[in-house]
């Protein structure tokens, strides 16, 4: 079973990219005393030399697990470059 992905989990990097954290996050439900993340929720920018930042976020979450109504996010789940 994936661990669940929370505030300032690490999102995984790509081509070069940095990794970057998650920054938001649910406000209503903790996990170990951090909010727990949804599909959806934002992670930092990233970057690398000669390319522009762009955005990141939870792009897939559990089918059957929802937190505040939408998809709980795991580790290893999709991460949306764009």
Known sequence: MPLAA???DKGTQHDGYRETV???ASSTVFIDGLPAARQ???LTPHDK???PPHPRKIARGS???FIDGLPAARTGDAIDCG
């Open 40 to 42: 959806g929720d934002p």
């Open 63 to 65: 089918s059957t697990v």
């Open 6 to 8: 929370r505030l300032n």
């Open 49 to 51: 030399p000669k390319h």
């Open 22 to 24: 998650i920054i938001a």
